[in-house]
């Protein structure tokens, strides 16, 4: 799994490209090479895409299409994170409640995805299904979503 933000964080930020972009789509190249050549089979690249073109170039980076899932939590949900997150950050804390808020009014009209999961609800059909050590509903959905998870 291929964090995008870790793939962009540098500061400042060039003037035009708010999130280093550019920085995030020439490290993607990179990284993303060197996993395929070692063998990779599948990519799994954690980040937002909150356009038509933010879905294409990283499909170019990477050199294949993506499948691109939004993993949805309610903002209340998202929220509670986000203050156990940045507990002793207040003013990261203040950017990341305004920026949810915004991102899922973004994700909203940006039909960008090919499936959407609403996490809080397959957490808890997860949990019925594997039993109660399941802590992370992401990864177990996509995992199946991907055809990693063998669920016989």
Known sequence: M???DWLRKSWPAPPGDRFNFGLLL???RSAAG???DAGAARLVLAG????????KQPAD????????CWLRAELPVIHQRLAQRHADEPEALRWHL???AELDAILGRAAVDDFTVDVARRLRALRD????LV???RVVELRAQIGLLNTA
């Not at 980076?61 to 691109?68: E, M, N, P, Q």
């Open 2 to 4: 291929l964090d995008l």
């Open 26 to 28: 020439r490290n993607l």
């Open 34 to 36: 060197n996993y395929l």
């Open 48 to 55: 937002v895409v909150e356009r038509q073109d933010e879905r």
């Open 61 to 68: 980076a990477v050199g294949v299409d993506l499948t691109v």
């Open 98 to 100: 305004d920026r949810s």
């Open 129 to 132: 299904e594997f039993g109660p």
């Open 135 to 137: 802590r992370d509903q």
